[in-house]
């Protein structure tokens, strides 16, 4: 399974940026799914998970109210609409998928990542 993030870029404090995730291969409704960010110097965490059906979700305390996590399984595509974006959203955002139904909150319980893709935040 192939993960492909688009939407990453500069954005100036209180801007929003809506991230992609499309996975090739398996069919998208196989998995849950996750976006995790990795900022320089600091480990990689995670932003916001998703269960397979699309009824569970999680978000870290740092971005609630802010995000929001979504799936289209007709464009079979994952979403992560970033609204209020701060400096310290500044990092490489990762999409991730994984065969658990659930949402999935540990790094190791996913199967796949993405490339990744740079978000940077201005002051």
């Known amino acids: 399974v192939q993960l492909v993030e688009s939407g990453g870029g500069l954005v100036q404090a209180g801007g929003s940026l809506r991230l992609s995730c499309a996975p090739s291969g398996r069919t998208f409704s196989s998995y849950a799914m996750g976006w995790f960010r990795q900022a320089t110097g600091k480990e990689r965490e995670l932003v916001s998970a998703i269960s397979r059906s699309g009824g569970s979700t999680y978000y870290a305390d740092s971005v609630k109210g802010r995000f929001t996590i979504s799936r289209d399984t007709a464009k079979n595509t994952l979403y992560l609409q970033m609204n209020s974006l701060k400096p310290e959203d500044t990092a490489v955002y990762y999409c991730?998928?994984?065969?658990?139904?659930?949402?999935?909150?540990?790094?190791?319980?996913?199967?796949?990542w993405g490339q990744g893709t740079q978000v940077t935040v201005s002051s």
């Open positions: 991730a998928a994984t065969t658990w139904a659930g949402v999935a909150l540990e790094a190791f319980e996913y199967n796949y």
